[in-house]
């Protein structure tokens, strides 16, 4: 496929396959190692490995839209949109330091949220790097919406719940109470995204009188939580053995949660900024977002 978005004519937007994996995965760690180092930030992906994990699992997912952008038949970026759910999330979306200023980056763009728009979704997400002014300006000129400053939160383990809750692997049969949970929360569901965590062995539920009040995809970069309130992200926090990939995503709205984060020891690695494109409900309880949304 090609973007209508006009740009040079030597580039092209088209659809990712596997062969592209290789390419993208390097142009990805040294994209965010590169703005990431600029502002004395750690790199999102500490290596090309690490990418190459990542992208692997999009690129060939049914239902990841995986596009890339070739210049003069060059692979210099690439972006993708998470189809599992009602709400799409977009990234990551990467394109070569030396391919910038070509409109690479705005034809990526424009390619996903075509196809948002074809499949109909009610809204879409993503998250970007705050101190990335660049990244934000664009998303904003897209029509996307500033909704949560958010915090990379990382450091050791806490191994404390609040008094009352348990903590527990997610079984299947509780998927339609997290369904519910996040449709309490959001006003939408995340049970795509859930049904695959679960059969990966990260998602988690926490109970409270036998009752699952807060569950978690994973609590990590690219996990997402959701809790009737905040003592509920505690015990999911609380119980974690780590925090996978730089850390979890914290609303810093949520002043009591990101204090008591603080107050054990967790520490901020980088500021985020979670930002909506249609339909967005002011969320009514506690949540950690994913990287993707």
């Not at 592209?20 to 290596?47: K, L």
């Not at 763009?109 to 075509?114: K, N």
Request: net charge neutral.
């Amino acid at each position: 496929m090609t973007s209508r978005a006009t740009a040079p004519t030597s580039l092209v937007i088209r659809r990712a396959t596997a062969a592209d994996i290789d390419s993208c995965a390097n142009i990805c760690y040294q994209a965010f190692a590169t703005i990431n180092a600029e502002h004395n930030f750690p790199p999102d992906f500490p290596s090309s490995d690490v990418a190459r994990h990542v992208l692997s699992s999009m690129f060939v997912h049914l239902r990841f839209f995986c596009v890339v952008a070739e210049l003069a038949g060059k692979v210099v970026g690439s972006n993708c949109l998470d189809e599992r759910d009602s709400i799409a999330g977009v990234g990551p979306i990467t394109v070569d330091p030396s391919a910038q200023d070509v409109g690479a980056g705005r034809r990526l763009m424009a390619a996903v949220m075509e196809r948002a728009a074809e499949r109909r979704f009610a809204g879409v997400r993503l998250v970007q790097a705050a101190f990335h002014n660049r990244s934000m300006s664009l998303y904003a000129k897209l029509g996307f919406d500033i909704r949560e400053p958010l915090a990379v939160m990382q450091g050791t383990a806490i191994r404390k719940t609040p008094a009352g809750y348990s903590v527990r692997p997610a079984k299947s049969s509780d998927l339609d109470a997290c369904a519910a949970l996040c449709l309490r929360v959001h006003g939408h569901h995340r049970s795509g995204e859930m049904t695959e965590a679960m059969e990966q062995g990260t998602a988690v539920v926490a109970e409270q009188n036998g009752q699952v009040t807060a569950y978690a995809s994973i609590i990590g970069f690219f996990g997402h939580a959701v809790a009737e309130n905040n003592e509920g992200l505690q015990a999911l926090i609380g119980a974690a053995e780590e925090f996978a990939g730089p850390g979890f995503l914290l609303p810093t709205r949520n002043t009591q949660l990101f204090r008591w984060c603080l107050h054990h020891g967790l520490r901020v690695v980088e500021p985020m900024t979670l930002m909506s494109f249609g339909l967005y409900n002011e969320p009514a309880g506690a949540f950690l977002p994913s990287i993707n949304f």
